[in-house]
Structures are given as C-alpha cells and as structure tokens.
C-alpha cells in the first residue's frame, strides 16, 4: 500500500528544466506614512492627535528649513510698513512723482527723466526682491534632502503656497506704508499708490501660481521644449502601482554630489557678484550713487540680495551636497570676525582747527551775558533765559528739531535768540541743534536774505531764515541704507569692506559751508 503524498513542483518538472528561483519582496513602508499613522488600537481621538501632532511637527520642519527667506521678508515689510524711516523714504519716493517744480531737481517737474528712472527703478527693485525671496524658497522646498527629510503628505500645501506667500508680502508691505501715509493725510495720490501696489502684490501671487500652467501650454506650441514636472503633480510610484490613491512626494535626491545643477550654480554666482559689484561702487560713491537709487530701491536691492545668498550658499548648495548646513559655521565665523573688525571708529579733529575751550557754568553765563549785550539784545530788568533739549530719532528728528527752532524764531522774533543760553540733543537731535546754531549762531539774516531762503508759501518768511531745515530736508537716509546693506554687511565677511558710518559723514561734509564743520 504506497503513501499518497503532494507532488513538489521537482517532481512534475522535466528533468532538462532548472527550477525557477522565486524571491519574496517586502514593500518598504514610506516613512511619511509611517511617521504620521498611530499605533495599532489607539483611540480615534488619539488618532487624530497624534495625526495633528505630526502634521504641526513637519509643518515647523518647512518653517525652520526657510528660515532665511521669512526673515527676509519680515525685515523688508517692517521697514516699509511700519518703521517711521520706511515711511519716509516712502514720503520721499512719492514727492519726486509730483509735477511742481522743485530747485533742488528731485521732482517730475524740475527734472523729469532721472526722476523717472528713479521711480523705474524702485519700482523694479520690489519685484526683483521678492522674486529673490521666492526663488531659494521654492528650491528648498522642493527637494528631500538626506539631512533634512521633509514630510511629503503633511506639507504638500505649505512647501506650495509658502514661497508664493513670501513674494506676495514684499509688494504688501509698500501697500500698507502708502495705506498708512493716506489715512493719516488724507490725500488721493498715495491711497492710489497703495491700490496700485496691492493689485502688484495678487498679480503676483498668479502669475507665480499659473506659471507653470502657461509655460507647459507655451511647451505644447514648441514640442521641443522639456517641462520640469510641478510640486504638486509628483506622486509616489510605487502606491499608483498598488491601486492606492496617489500621494505627493518630494523628489528624491539621487546623486548629492550632482544635485546642484549648473543654472543654479550661475545663478548664486551671479548674485554674489552682482552683489559685491553694488557694495563696491557704492563704496566708491557712498553719497551721490545710493541718492540716485532711492532709499527704498537700496532696502529691497539689499534685503533680496542678502536673503538669495544667505538661502543658496549656507543652507541648500550644502544640503544639496548631502552635507548639513552652514548656518553654525557661518555664525561662528562671523562673531570671530567681529572681535577684531571695528570699522567705526571716529575721525579725529584736525590738530589745526582750533576748539573753543570748555567753560564752567559761571564763566559761561558771563560770556553769554556779554554776547547778548554786543548784539543788541534787551538787558534791562529781568532776562528770559532758555534751554533746549532734542531727542534723538534719526534725520527726522534732526530736521524737525531745526524747524521747531527756526518757527519759535519765527513766531517770538530776536527775543528768542537772544534768550538762548544752552542747547543739547541726542543723536539727530544734535544735528538739528547744530544745523540750526550754525545759521543763526549771528541772530538771524536779513529781511532779504529771508525771504531768499525761505520755502514758498510760508507766511513770515521775511522774518527768519530756513535755510537749515531745508538742507537737513535732503536725502541722507539712501547714504545709509547703502552703507548697511552692502559694504558693511560685506565687511562681516571680507574685511576692510568699509563703514555705513562714512556715507553719513560724507553727506554730512556735502552740506552748505555754513553747517558743514560747526
């Protein structure tokens, strides 16, 4: 009686035939979804918990990843929005559109084809920065690197939207500082510069999110054109070859040591050039150059162009390399660095000039007494004697600190002068204090001289002179904002860059003689 027993695939195979090696393969699960899907048998709302827990976690991966272009973009719409030197240049900016005639040729009306370039130009430095911001951005957030894995389902909208967010503020932030300026003057003209400037920023919101759209449908007019395929169209291969619905994911990086294509090789080597370029040649005109761009052309010129390298240089070519970031490295170089680099110091008095010597307060109530009294100020009975304090706060502090002066001049005539016994201030403060004592340090102009100098319109103009508050009224917020965006953000870096110290003398040392050395 023979046993029954199952034949084995050797049995029945022909003898000429090699048995067919089978192997197992194990799908890999992905570790998105691995991270976001809770143990087995947890609670629904522990589920969904966790599942929140996990998507704020790799929601603050993609925020620390883009770090350098949130700060960018914070820095760029705070000083346009909200700082009062934002306002200004703002202020600045819109006054130049204006078809009056101007004698210092800074109008449409005095002067209109500079002027226009200017406005040109400014106009175009805000999208250029904003474009320097989405860009790294979007690159950052494109990619899954080796040392910063990114969660593909729970940030799929974030990675998308973030960078188109960023662009659109940088447009916003000029928005809301014209809206301000409207609402607090009340005037046409800057409430329609704010209109202009809001539809900039939703323009460009879509034609960031259209563009690939467009250029796919400019492809197929041109089949030999390739199309890069976009953040949101990627999904993963392997969960469409298992019927499931398709989940967007990163693309991987391959081969570190070639991620960094040679476009975008040009491209941050262009803009460090271009950058050094900027810091050089307004290091060579650290007065008349950064005047001809504007303040506010400089803020965003400098504020995209820090915001590109800092992104492409210290955080993605090292990340797309397969190494970590910079970002320490850099830290740590930069505060070595500054432990010897101290480029403002102050230039020393001319051993020729000749300094007034210190009195005590005795001495000098006695010199004031007899200048008042050769001067032709009233002595009899009892003597007003006045002190001026002026806080600081920049050229507006220095310009209206002057015109505060040259108005109480105005308004109580020579008695004022004459009652003048000690003025003091505080950063712009002392510059309008000195601007003014250096006009009337002689108690005033004549009536001709007056009435020359004064601003057309001003009721009383023959009686005072604003000379002083006219020419505090120039550009020097441009010298500066110059000095700090670019040669002196790039001596941190290269040494013996310069100091934004140095365009504030310089513009200092370009006023009238009268104010110049006082």
Request: aromatic residues 8%.
């Amino acid at each position: 009686m023979g046993f029954l027993r199952a034949a084995r695939p050797a049995d029945i195979m022909d003898a000429n035939e090699t048995p067919a090696k089978t192997t197992m393969t194990t799908p890999t699960p992905d570790p998105a979804a691995r991270r976001l899907t809770p143990p087995a048998g947890t609670e629904p709302d522990a589920t969904a918990r966790l599942s929140a827990l996990g998507r704020c976690l790799a929601w603050m991966r993609v925020v620390i990843l883009s770090t350098y272009p949130i700060v960018g973009t914070a820095i760029a719409f705070y000083v346009v929005a909200f700082s009062d030197q934002g306002v200004d240049m703002l202020l600045d900016a819109m006054s130049q559109l204006s078809w009056r005639h101007d004698e210092s040729q800074q109008t449409l009306g005095s002067d209109p084809l500079p002027v226009l370039l200017r406005a040109v130009l400014s106009g175009c430095s805000v999208l250029i920065a904003a474009l320097s911001i989405w860009y790294p951005a979007r690159r950052l957030l494109s990619r899954n690197f080796r040392f910063y894995p990114i969660d593909a389902d729970a940030t799929a909208t974030l990675r998308e939207w973030l960078p188109r967010l960023l662009a659109m503020l940088v447009p916003l932030g000029v928005t809301v500082g014209y809206a301000r300026i409207a609402a607090h003057s009340g005037a046409l003209f800057p409430a329609l510069l704010a209109a202009m400037w809001l539809v900039v920023a939703i323009m460009l919101v879509v034609v960031l999110h259209k563009r690939r759209a467009w250029l796919n449908a400019l492809g197929r007019r041109w089949p030999g054109r390739r199309d890069a395929p976009s953040l949101s169209a990627a999904v993963d291969p392997s969960a469409s070859q298992a019927g499931a619905p398709a989940r967007p994911t990163l693309p991987e990086v391959t081969d570190m040591n070639d991620a960094l294509s040679q476009a975008t090789a040009w491209a941050i080597v262009t803009a460090c050039f271009a950058y050094v370029v900027l810091a050089l040649a307004f290091a060579a005109s650290p007065v008349a150059l950064p005047r001809f761009f504007g303040g506010t052309a400089l803020i965003f010129f400098g504020v995209g162009g820090l915001t590109f390298i800092a992104t492409m240089v210290i955080t993605y070519w090292p990340l797309s390399r397969g190494s970590p970031t910079l970002t320490v490295l850099a830290s740590f170089y930069i505060l070595v660095i500054a432990a010897w680099l101290d480029n403002h110091g102050m230039r020393p008095v001319d051993p020729d000039v000749s300094l007034a010597p210190a009195l005590r307060p005795a001495e000098r109530a006695a010199a004031w007494t007899a200048a008042r009294a050769g001067s032709g100020c009233t002595t009899a009975g009892n003597v007003p004697v006045l002190y001026v304090a002026a806080a600081g706060g920049g050229i507006r502090a220095a310009y209206w600190t002057t015109r505060v002066l040259e108005e109480l001049s105005l308004q109580l005539s020579r008695d004022f002068d004459c009652s003048l016994f000690a003025l003091s201030g505080v950063s712009g403060g002392s510059l309008g204090v000195a601007a003014y004592v250096a006009v009337n340090r002689d108690h005033g102009v004549t009536r001709v001289e007056a009435a020359a100098s004064a601003p057309h319109g001003d009721a009383g103009a023959a009686a005072t002179p604003y000379r002083a508050s006219r020419t505090l009224g120039q550009d020097f917020l441009s010298p500066a904002v110059a000095g700090l965006l670019f040669y002196d953000a790039l001596q941190r870096v290269i040494p013996g860059s310069g100091s934004r110290a140095r365009p504030l003398a310089r513009a200092r040392e370009c006023l009238p003689t009268g104010l110049r050395h006082d």
